[in-house]
């Protein structure tokens, strides 16, 4: 149908073991997909991550094939065709090959907000996970980032890595990620001399990202979007009145 995507009812109500960042990419496949009659298309990560704003695309859609939820062959620099994949012997409107790969791996996430408890207990639980949901979603997007232009044995332990990665805080967190684009803008430069690049988890231990060539374009960075945010709003009114506007 013009202008309408059919995502099925069983999906919408039951997310099934999804993160919200797995349902949010999901959708975005079905709009390309579904969206325009077809259950097969080429699909770059970059548009996806246009489309939903977030991060770590190439893991997430990994984690969605390993569910059952779509399916796609990898070709390394190439984009891939992206298969939805239709609920086989579903039960209560739940997709079976999906139930059963969530409780193999153990992949258990935050419940949808209509299953969840109205109680202070249950608040807290869904807070603790979607911290930890997104904690993890920024560890994978700093691995996939900082091994980008390294060498693999850069990335020495992940267990100690992952240690000194939770030991940073809210600030720390952002200058840390915000900062990879400027690193990588000189790891992958041909006269790096990579042997005196630390190790991701020395990296982290030190703060190597808050150095001055690194926090000085971020803080531009984070200038130039706080004005043109200052400039919505005195526009619009609100952010969320130049979402619904660009949406139209």
Known sequence: MDNFTQIPNWLLNFPNGLTNAEFRVLCCIYRLTKG??????????????????????????????A??????????????????????????HLSKKVVNSVNQTHQLSSPHPSTQLITSRGAKESFKDNLKEKKEEQFLFFKEY???????????????????????????????????????????????????????????????FMRDDIVKPVKTKL???????????????SMEEYKKQKAV
């Open 146 to 208: 900082f091994t980008k232009h390294l060498p693999k044995e850069k990335w020495d332990d992940e267990n100690i890595i992952r240690e000194q990665f939770l030991t940073l805080n809210e600030e720390e967190m952002k200058f840390l990620l915000l900062g990879l684009e400027y690193e990588n803008n000189q790891w992958r430069q041909p006269d790096c001399d990579l042997q005196f690049k630390k190790r991701a988890s020395v990296y982290l231990q030190k703060r190597e």
């Open 67 to 92: 569910k059952g939820f779509i399916h796609f062959e990898s070709e390394l620099g190439k984009a891939s065709v992206i298969s939805i994949l239709k609920p086989i012997n579903s039960v209560n």
């Open 36 to 65: 325009y009659g077809i259950d097969s298309r080429k699909i770059k990560y970059s548009q996806l991550l246009e489309m939903c704003g977030v991060k770590g695309i190439s893991k997430i859609c990994q984690s969605l094939k």
């Open 223 to 237: 200038f130039d979007e706080k004005k043109k945010q200052q400039f919505i709003i005195d526009t619009y009114g």
